[in-house]
């Protein structure tokens, strides 16, 4: 069964998103994010410390330093900051989006966010739900990376 070119693309944005986490300095995971709108891609972020601040994500203890900021906020709070709108977006996130996380994607306008791993808690999901924001969980495998 052959692939629609929505999936195609959805498939490609996250493997780029995947790219884009490897600019995280945190140890523990590392999450990338992008917002596309239309056929652009309008801004991206990555899990880490806030601008200015020691790259270095967790404490002694391997614990998220609390200042941590997640992928989604990072992309977000950067197409604030631009020309940019994220209205009618689609967010392209390696991990499903946490509950603080998933509030902002809401007050953002972002219409649909599509992700490739699950987060410890589903709360996240059930309020972009909730809202009435599209949800996808489009799992990549190795095999994908060339074969489109």
């Known amino acids: 069964m052959s692939k629609s070119k929505q999936q195609l693309l959805d498939e490609r944005y996250l493997r780029m998103a995947r790219i884009w986490a490897e600019n995280s300095y945190c140890e523990r995971r590392q999450v990338g994010a992008l917002i596309v709108r239309g056929?652009?891609?309008i801004s991206d972020g990555y899990n880490g410390t806030p601008s200015g601040f020691e790259n270095i994500c967790e404490d002694e203890n391997n614990k998220?330093?609390?200042?941590?900021l997640h992928a989604e906020a990072n992309a977000i709070t950067k197409v604030a900051k631009s020309n940019n709108s994220s209205l009618g977006a689609t967010l392209y996130v390696t991990a499903s989006p946490c509950?603080?996380?998933a509030k902002l994607i809401i007050q953002a306008g972002i219409r649909r966010v599509v992700y490739s791993e699950n987060y410890r808690s589903v709360d996240g999901i059930e309020l972009l739900q909730k809202a009435g924001i599209d949800?996808?969980?489009?799992e990549l495998n190795e095999n994908q990376e060339n074969k489109d």
């Open 99 to 101: 509950i603080e996380c």
């Open 64 to 68: 998220t330093k609390p200042y941590v």
């Open 135 to 138: 949800v996808a969980f489009i």
């Open 39 to 41: 056929d652009a891609i």
